[in-house]
């Protein structure tokens, strides 16, 4: 669990420290899009049997790392296992979209809502730990493993739609007809996910992301009291844990560009961005709101990559480029940076337009640092 | 045509005027949530027969303005009438969710694609002649008339794709990949919507809309490139026209909040907001960005709608309130703002709690503007 780190790259960055060049990792690197998921998958059954082995989901998060090179590995799971072990029993539809079979569809369903079981999610911890095993080899291990959850309002989204939704409207108004109802949930989900990323934390993850895919529909207040408030009390109660004071933490709010100075205060070593805000924008946005230095990960248009090689290069160029030119008194605007998509990655992606984007990020972020400095 | 107006409300804070209270419309105010509208449409037929129709478009377009007192009617239609009538086919699907039997899916087809034949958009003209006439006795109009479209790339997005999507990835795609073909798309919808425009003030329309509900999807370069370039164009040549220098237009990019700085270049009057943005901030931000004086237009969440009377009187009071704060040298912080919804009206809004809406609305541009003198 402490072993050494062959690159540490990603941690560096996390820490907004200097580094030769960017780290990259992709959100849902492990996934449908490369062949060799594919494999895996046929043989495990369907997504949940997949991410409930860890044998499996050891396999499929190993896969991008072996083939790309990347920076970091992410546990190969689900944003919503958390309530799955409330009892509302997770299913994917054939389209892969995810369904409660036991939503939240009454007064009485929330007021009996339990706290996640974790006995229910040790599949979790036992993949963590096999996937960090995996990892390492002579004691070595070959790149950080970050574990993660969805945020709470945004489980709490799925908690009482059922499934995904273009507004949330049932969810809307809960929030704005039962604020009671809707505070109970969320006071479940921050309890449940300090716990779970805690013992993600203990079974071997050497840094944490909250997923927030579903705040950036809220008004501004109602993000600041009901999204961002719940995930600062999460990484408020794991960071006061003497053993965790310095496990980063990222937080990646979909949509929530408008609102990075009010992130920037929420305890996050690494906010995530999507693609609708320039990364210099955001990076002096941010520095100018906190004295802390806090990185950035994001951000390209995961569409760019089914486009073709030599548009992947010039949009990986001019993002490299326009960071390069971010106002950030001392330090390289490169630093701090850890390179992703915007969102994750489409099923539809040639894996090989995954190598050009992974090669223009390593070639590019190490000559505009080179040039910004 | 040129009646005098009853309410020039609207009007004049579109021109960013002194007013006494706020006027107040709804996106899709005419519609499903209505029962006079479900009769209408009953006896109509599908949406597309009762949008074609001139004299059911102007029964349910008055629907609203009688029960509720709104300060401006809009034209019943829909935002894709134009690649309607250059051969693309546009049905709804029993959801309502919009669909083209002939999109755009090879090169061919974008290589020959037309600009929008007018004569096929006869019944949209048509249909504004008929609101005015019947807004319209002893030479007085009610309330002000307001023709819309879609943005070039909002058209776009559903020509190519052929209906809605999550994430619009075709559309991504022919941009990332082949600019050629986009480019040629969005030069036909800009000449088409011109024209569109232009026809439909001809016909009565006092103001113009355009929605541009996908610009949000993009990054902050490809906006300004692929939506907003096309959409100030269109600006641009109505208002070379002397007869329509004057004519308001408004702008609405659903999620634009990040680029209201740009969005107030574009020669627009007003601004239409989500409901993701302070109405206090983007006030001040377009009056920082612009030396003309720019209206705003909206921005309560829908889904406000569908809670309780005093969430909703809470809401706008709050609403008013916070822009009231705005700093805006010189001028009262609420005049020049149009009070809308930041997204069209849910088809699931109780019809009372519109009434509720509207009175608020009315009582607290009241109070707050005189307490903000």
């Given amino acids: 669990m402490a072993a050494e780190l062959e690159n540490d790259l990603f941690l560096r960055a996390c820490f907004s420290q200097k580094t030769e060049r960017t780290p990259v990792w992709l959100m849902r690197q492990a996934g449908r899009y490369l062949p060799e998921y594919r494999q895996t998958r046929a043989k495990a059954g369907s997504f949940l049997d997949l991410a409930k082995s860890p044998e499996y989901a050891t396999e499929v998060t190993l896969q991008p790392i072996d083939r790309y090179g990347l920076d970091a590995a992410i546990l190969f799971s689900d944003i919503l296992t958390v309530p799955d072990a409330m009892g509302l029993g997770l299913t994917f539809d054939s389209g892969e979209g995810p369904r409660f079979l036991h939503p939240l569809s009454s007064e009485e369903d929330v007021k009996k809502l339990p706290v996640a079981n974790m006995e229910q999610l040790r599949y979790v911890f036992d993949a963590v730990a096999s996937i960090s095993k995996a990892l390492t080899s002579n004691g070595k291990q070959q790149v950080p493993l970050i574990g993660f959850t969805g945020s709470p309002w945004t489980l709490a989204c799925y908690m009482i739609e059922g499934g995904g939704s273009k507004d949330f409207a049932k969810t809307k108004k809960m929030l704005y007809d039962r604020k009671d109802l809707i ?86 070593n690494v906010i995530g961005l999507d693609w609708t ?97």
Avoid: C
């Fill in 183 to 268: 505070q109970k949930i969320l006071d479940i989900n921050v309890q449940s996910i300090t716990e779970y990323l805690t013992l993600q934390a203990d079974s071997g993850a050497q840094a944490l992301m909250i997923f927030d895919t579903w705040g950036g529909l809220l008004t501004p207040s109602d993000y600041l009291e009901h999204s961002l408030a719940p995930m600062s009390a999460i990484i408020s109660s794991i960071k006061s844990n003497p053993k965790y004071k310095d496990l980063p933490i990222i937080l990646f709010t979909k949509g929530g560009g408008l609102w990075l100075s009010d992130i920037a205060q929420s305890g996050a």
């Fill in 277 to 373: 805000i320039e990364l210099k924008r955001a990076r002096q946005t941010i520095n100018h709101a906190s004295k802390n230095p806090i990185a950035i990960q994001g951000n390209l248009d995961p569409s760019i990559l089914l486009a073709n090689p030599a548009e992947i290069d010039a949009r990986v160029m001019q993002l490299f480029q326009g960071l390069s030119t971010a106002d950030v008194a001392g330090g390289n605007p490169l630093d701090g940076h850890i390179f992703n998509l915007g969102h994750g990655i489409s099923q539809f992606t040639p894996p090989e337009n995954v190598a050009v984007l992974v090669d223009a990020v390593k070639r590019y972020s190490t000559s505009f640092r080179a040039s910004a400095q």
